[in-house]
């Protein structure tokens, strides 16, 4: 799809190029004047995949399916700390039927899908902008930078296709969803 005149649309495929409105380095103020940050939207699950052209790229059973995407201005520090508080998170029922237990402590793993939209701007208009979206030539380092930071610490990881159009099954366990910003 084309990108209309102020409306900042985007290929479904990812976000453009950094020489589009708001592509520029920096932590550009996004949202209401905050400041840009790695965004994951985390749902505790039974089981999960994502879908490729038909090929399962990723499959996982109990653990975390992770809707992650960046802006321009996000550093390989906000990267990592998100990986960190991703791992140390306690949303797993304990003995006593408390969230309580890590991801490690159930054997759980983590299913990663980039996601340009979670940057989707519908405040104006009937169509959103993506332009606070991290370029593909920006966020691809950071999506694997945060893949890797999630393996060194012992996890098993699956991944979707950057910039791909995926088709993600899960079943949310609880429900249990939280929105991480850093």
């Not at 409105?21 to 004047?33: D, H």
């Not at 321009?72 to 949303?91: E, H, S």
């Not at 006593?96 to 989707?120: E, R």
């Not at 060194?152 to 991944?159: C, F, N, P, S, T």
């Amino acid at each position: 799809m084309e990108r209309e005149e102020g409306q900042g649309a985007r290929e479904e495929e990812g976000p453009p190029s950094s020489t589009g409105a708001g592509g520029g380095g920096g932590a550009a103020p996004l949202l209401g004047g905050r400041q840009s940050r790695v965004r994951v939207v985390l749902q505790r699950v039974s089981r999960a995949s994502v879908t490729v052209a038909g090929d399962v790229t990723g499959s996982i059973g109990r653990g975390y399916l992770l809707l992650v995407g960046f802006t321009p201005g996000d550093t390989p520090d906000a990267v990592t700390w998100m990986a960190d508080k991703v791992v140390g998170l306690r949303l797993f029922a304990d003995a006593d039927g408390k969230m309580n237990l890590p991801l490690q402590d159930v054997g759980g793993a983590l299913l990663v899908v980039s996601q340009f939209t979670l940057y989707g701007d519908a405040r104006k208009g009937r169509r959103p902008s993506f332009v606070d979206a991290a370029p593909p030539e920006q966020a691809v380092p950071l999506y694997e930078a945060f893949l890797a930071a999630l393996r060194a610490a012992g996890l098993r990881v699956e991944a979707g296709v950057f910039g791909a159009k995926m088709d993600v099954d899960l079943v949310n366990e609880g429900p249990v969803t939280l929105l991480l910003e850093r």
